[in-house]
């Protein structure tokens, strides 16, 4: 069974900086994580960083641009978000989303609580 799954989340103060990963695990290096979600409580899920496939473009939403960095190691298939100057409002779960065969596969999210 395929799975995303995410790690690196928890417990920072304001200004401080965490680092999520996102690896394909269950015997397949078919799925390719390509983008990063994250989910207010209450609220739906909204995409923060995309990364193409090809070419490595990467698209910010405004609410993280110039804090986040999305980035990928193709060797390894995992996908990484690194999260610079956080702040109390981005406190979430934050999701990896992959796909294969446009086939989507999404991680099971991890917390990142920003203290302030």
């Known amino acids: 069974q395929v799975q995303l799954v995410e790690s690196g989340g928890g417990l920072v103060q304001a200004g401080g900086s965490l680092r999520l990963s996102c690896a394909a695990s269950?015997?397949?290096?078919?799925?390719?994580?390509f983008a990063w979600y994250r989910q207010f409580a209450g609220k739906q899920r909204e995409t923060i960083a995309t990364?193409?496939?090809?070419?490595?473009?990467?698209n910010y939403d405004d609410s993280v641009r110039g804090r986040f960095t999305i980035s990928r190691d193709n060797a390894k298939n995992t996908l990484y978000l690194q999260m610079n100057s956080l702040k109390p409002e981005d406190t979430a779960v934050y999701y990896c989303?992959?796909?294969?065969?446009?086939?989507?596969?999404w991680g099971q999210g991890t917390q990142v609580t920003v203290s302030s």
């Open positions: 989303v992959g796909s294969s065969a446009g086939i989507p596969y």
């Open positions: 269950g015997g397949t290096t078919s799925v390719k994580p």
């Open positions: 990364i193409s496939i090809i070419g490595g473009t990467t």
